[in-house]
């Protein structure tokens, strides 16, 4: 597939049309200069697309957005429809968890919370996803977002699965929870607030017979018109979106979006968890303080030991996926993802204005 630097196409059928390569607002906060310039230089670059969630930085990433995007409308050079938002909820972290324990304390809990750990909770009730939702568009400054995603639901199956729930009865149950919060979202799609919903789930890339798995097929048959998006991790390593393990008939979770026409997003394209734990398919500066500690301290090594580490991503892209052309590791890691049918856009953690260069670099 040709890719130019403007290689906008719609998210679904219909929808609007997006950068291939979407800004990941994971790790991203208001209070970092260096996160501000890196998001402003991206949209004014022609990056269309962002994506982010209530949790992330407690808030304070969808501040970013709000404070960013609040810039470029009010100056220009960019127009409320020139950028598509997504964001997500479901996470009950920080002071949202502080909320949560209030609200018990009063008698007046949110519905069907999961407390899955001491420090991560998880809800999808629709109760919870209102004010989730109201919160966001006051952070982010928006009287609508794009797309809302239900934040990784396989949290309570996962919290069943520790609890010794036969998953027949934790799958009933799941699915009669996602169909609550869904049909509260087609609600949430008729009042304004959002133009489109979905479902951001690591276990839609897992074996359809794991007990956590998520069935994109199962989804589809209890949601309304306004079901389009779903995110979904996918790398070099980590490849399940691609494999025929989605369904008892051998298809892929990519193709049985591309048949639905609901548009896919991939998270997390570089950082890849192999056998031997986390390995990072872009380059890493060696000379920052902050990646020190990856490379056991400053020292004459480190430039030596990321040559070395860089040129085996390049034999392992090269030995598994062919020629994907010149450039840096992650240029070639992005070029494979982008290759891949089915696959909407790439999100990506280009949180330096020189990341954001890099990933541009990958297109055209
Ligand atoms: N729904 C979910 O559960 C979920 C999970 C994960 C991610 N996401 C979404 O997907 C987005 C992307 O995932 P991610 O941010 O976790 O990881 P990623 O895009 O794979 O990036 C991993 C790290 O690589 C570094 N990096 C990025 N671009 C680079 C470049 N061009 N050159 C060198 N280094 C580069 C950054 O690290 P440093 O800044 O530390 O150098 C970044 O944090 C997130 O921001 C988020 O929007 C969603």
Redesign the pocket.
């Known amino acids: 597939m040709p890719l130019s630097e403007f290689d906008r196409r719609p998210l679904w059928a219909g929808g609007p049309r997006i950068s291939a390569l979407?800004?990941?607002?994971?790790?991203?906060d208001d209070r970092v200069p260096r996160h501000h310039d890196a998001l402003d230089y991206a949209l004014r670059s022609g990056v269309t697309l962002i994506?982010?969630?209530t949790n992330?930085g407690d808030g304070h990433s969808e501040t970013l957005v709000g404070t960013v995007l609040d810039g470029l409308f009010e100056k220009g050079p960019l127009q409320r429809d020139g950028v598509t938002v997504v964001t997500?909820a479901g996470y009950v972290q920080g002071s949202n968890q502080e909320e949560a324990i209030r609200r018990m304390g009063e008698g007046q809990p949110w519905p069907e919370m999961t407390e899955y750990s001491p420090e991560c909770w998880h809800c999808i009730s629709p109760e919870f996803l209102a004010d989730q939702l109201s919160y966001s568009l006051e952070r982010l400054r928006l009287p609508a977002v794009d797309v809302l995603?239900l934040?990784?639901p396989e949290y309570f199956l996962q919290d069943a699965e520790h609890r010794g729930v036969p998953k027949d009865e934790a799958r009933q149950e799941f699915y009669r929870r996602i169909e609550r919060a869904l049909s509260h979202l087609e609600g949430e799609v008729d009042a304004g607030r959002i133009r489109a919903y979905g479902i951001?789930?690591?276990t839609f890339v897992v074996p359809h017979e794991q007990y956590d798995a998520v069935s994109l097929v199962r989804v589809l048959e209890l949601s309304g018109r306004g079901f389009k998006v779903i995110?979904l991790?996918l790398?070099p390593i980590e490849t399940g979106a691609t494999q025929g393990i989605h369904t008892p008939g051998g298809k892929s979770v990519l193709g049985v979006a591309a048949e639905a026409g609901i548009g896919v997003?991939v998270?997390?394209?570089?950082?890849a968890f192999g056998a031997q734990g986390l390995v990072?398919?872009?380059?890493?500066?060696w000379r920052?303080p902050?990646?020190w500690r990856m490379f056991g301290g400053e020292s004459s090594q480190a430039e030596a030991s990321e040559r070395a580490r860089v040129a085996e991503m390049e034999n392992y892209l090269s030995m598994r996926y062919g020629d994907l052309g010149s450039g840096?590791v992650?240029q070639k890691t992005l070029r494979f993802l982008l290759r891949q049918e089915g696959v909407t856009a790439v999100?990506?953690?280009?949180?330096?204005t020189?990341?954001?260069d890099?990933?541009l670099g990958a297109l055209g």
């Open positions: 979407g800004f990941g607002c994971y790790r991203i994506d982010t969630s992330y997500k995603l934040h990784n951001s789930s690591n995110q991790p790398n997003l998270n997390r394209p570089f950082n990072r398919f872009a380059p890493v500066d920052a902050r990646n840096t992650s999100l990506v953690g280009m949180r330096e020189s990341y954001v890099d990933c």
